[in-house]
């Protein structure tokens, strides 16, 4: 009965004990030595012993929880990709992918545009054609030529 209320007392005057991991898993393993009954003695509640078991079961039987999402791409892949891409200016993507394929690595386009985008490599250029302020440029006379009117004949035809 001393004992009881000596811990009935400090109950009063502590407000919350201090346990560190070690504690933790000391008393979660004596309180699996005592009887239910005997759970009573102890600075923390029965229900608080049997989160702390729970917890202490659960760290031994699972495994690390993995990060959600895609891999990221390995560091060898990344590096072959801008090595193709700055030794090879006028290729894109389906190029360089096809390329690392020959070797036997695949790697999807969409992976190469992103592994070039974050790098500010850009799609490459235009192989054929003029650009578009030169295609401006060429067709400037015909746009401009053009007549926006239309006149209505006698026989109702329209020009």
Known sequence: ?????QVAVLRRQVGRPDLNDGDRV?????ARLLPRSSWGSFTVTPATLLRWHRRLLARRWTYPRRRPGRPC???????????????????GY??????LARVGVTVPPSTVRDIL???GLGPAPRRTGPTWAQFLKA???????????HVDTVFLKRI
């Open 117 to 119: 985008k974050r790098v």
């Open 73 to 91: 791409t390995r560091n060898a892949i990344r590096a072959a990709v801008l090595r193709l891409a700055r030794e090879n200016p006028t290729w």
């Open 139 to 149: 067709q400037a006379e015909g746009i401009i030529a053009c007549d926006l009117f």
């Open 94 to 99: 389906q190029r360089i992918s096809g390329e």
């Open 1 to 5: 009965m001393v004992l009881r209320h």
């Open 26 to 30: 000391l008393l979660a393993a004596l």
